[in-house]
């Protein structure tokens, strides 16, 4: 892997993990039924064939944080074919968090856009 590579890869991580919460509050907003982890991954993994933008394994903490945060409430239930798992569910303090975080987003990728393409006038 020479200098670009690890660049590049360095630069994927930084972002991706600027993005997650984001993505996963939105996920569990739109989502009509609590969802545990692998069909969260799931879900993502469909709508990002080519980038993998999330390692299943690098949800989890993710989802603890929010959880953590007050953002997200999570609940055990027995299943038929393994260990038990864990449902995520947003709660009201999330969906404000990811309505704001939506603002923040929007303006940050008008930015970036804008700087990219080298317009000045805002």
């Not at 590579?5 to 994927?12: G, I, L, S, T």
């Not at 739109?30 to 993994?45: D, F, L, N, S, V």
């Not at 260990?83 to 990728?109: F, M, Q």
């Amino acid at each position: 892997m020479d200098e670009r590579d690890v660049a590049n890869k360095k630069f994927q991580k930084e972002l991706s993990t600027g993005t997650v919460a984001l993505v996963l509050l939105s996920v569990l907003d739109r989502a009509p039924r609590p969802m545990y982890g692998y069909q969260i991954a799931k879900q993502m993994e469909e709508r990002d064939t080519d980038l993998r933008f999330v390692k299943q394994g690098a949800l989890y903490p993710v989802l603890r944080s929010l959880e953590n945060g007050g953002l997200l409430e999570s609940r055990v239930e027995p299943s038929t074919s393994g260990p038990p798992r864990r449902y995520y569910s947003i709660t009201s303090d999330g969906r404000l968090t990811l309505a704001a975080w939506v603002e923040i987003w929007n303006r940050t990728r008008d930015f970036v856009e804008q700087t990219l393409r080298g317009n000045h006038d805002g």
